[in-house]
C-alpha cells in the first residue's frame, strides 16, 4: 500500500528558527510531490510542487527537497514567523495516478 | 482565489438522513474532487469527476454518490448519513488536468456533523 507519513504531527518553535519538516513516503515510483499548507478552518494551499526528475524547488523562504531513493522530502522554513503557523501536508502523485496525502505537521511559531 | 465555493460550511443532521454538498467553480476545468479530512487520516478521495457525467470511485467511495451535470458544479450526497461519515469535506479541481499531474486547488471546506 503506498503511504504517507509525516513525523512528528505537530511542532513548535520560537520566530527566528530555521526549521525542517518530514514527509517520508513508501514507494519510490512517484510521479511528483507537493507541499501544501492548511490554515484553521481552512481549504489547503499549495506552496511548492516538485516533480519526480527534480531535487528542490524555492518559493521565498521556503525550499522543499526531494529523494526518491531513500523516499523522502523536506520541507525547509528560514526565519520562521508567528504567520507561518499552521499545517503543512504533503502529498504524493504515484505513476499509477493515485495521489496520497500525509496527516500532516502542526507549526506553531511563537513570538 | 480559485473559484471553488462550497456550501453548506456547516451543517448538522440526523443518522439515516439524505445529505447533498455542493462544489461551484468558477473556472471552467475538467477535473474536480471530493475529499474527507479526518484527524490522524490526512485527506482521502472520495469521488472524482472528469468531466460532465463521467465520475469514478476514490479510496472512500461507499457509502456516497455524485453528480455532475453542468461543468461548474460537483455534488456529492450521502443517501443516508452515518456517525462514520462526520467529517470535514473538501472539493477541490486540478487545471493541469488529471490531479497527479500539478496542483490541486481546495474549496474552504463543507463541515458534517452526523448526529
Known amino acids: 500500500k503506498q503511504e504517507v507519513t509525516q513525523i512528528p504531527a505537530a511542532l513548535s518553535v520560537p520566530e527566528g528558527e530555521n526549521l525542517v519538516l518530514n514527509c517520508s513516503f513508501t514507494d519510490s515510483a512517484i510521479y511528483n510531490l507537493q507541499w501544501f499548507r492548511q490554515d484553521p478552518g481552512k481549504g489547503l494551499t499549495s506552496l511548492l510542487l516538485?516533480?519526480?526528475?527534480?531535487r528542490e524547488q524555492t518559493s521565498g523562504r521556503l525550499n522543499a527537497s526531494l529523494d526518491k531513493s531513500s523516499g523522502r522530502s523536506t520541507l525547509y522554513i528560514a526565519a520562521s514567523q508567528p504567520g507561518d503557523s499552521a499545517t503543512y501536508l504533503c502529498a504524493v502523485s504515484y505513476n499509477n495516478n493515485d495521489m496520497r496525502f500525509g496527516a500532516g505537521t502542526r507549526l506553531t511559531v511563537k513570538p | 482565489d480559485a473559484g471553488i465555493t462550497q456550501s453548506p460550511r456547516h451543517k448538522v443532521t440526523e443518522t439515516g438522513t439524505p445529505v447533498t454538498l455542493r462544489c461551484h467553480q468558477t473556472?471552467?476545468?475538467?477535473?474536480m474532487y471530493w475529499y474527507r479530512q479526518d484527524p490522524g487520516h490526512g485527506l482521502r478521495l472520495i469521488h472524482y469527476s472528469y468531466g460532465v457525467k463521467d465520475t469514478d470511485k476514490g479510496e472512500v467511495s461507499d457509502g456516497y454518490s455524485v453528480s455532475r451535470s453542468k461543468t461548474e458544479d460537483f455534488l456529492l450526497t450521502l443517501e443516508s448519513a452515518t456517525s462514520s461519515q462526520t467529517s470535514v469535506y473538501f472539493c477541490?479541481?486540478?487545471?493541469?488536468?488529471?490531479?497527479?499531474?500539478?496542483?490541486?486547488?481546495f474549496g474552504e471546506g463543507s463541515r458534517l456533523t452526523v448526529l
Open positions: 516538485i516533480q519526480s526528475s527534480q
Open positions: 473556472e471552467n476545468h475538467r477535473y
Open positions: 477541490a479541481i486540478s487545471p493541469a488536468g488529471h490531479a497527479f499531474l500539478g496542483e490541486l486547488f
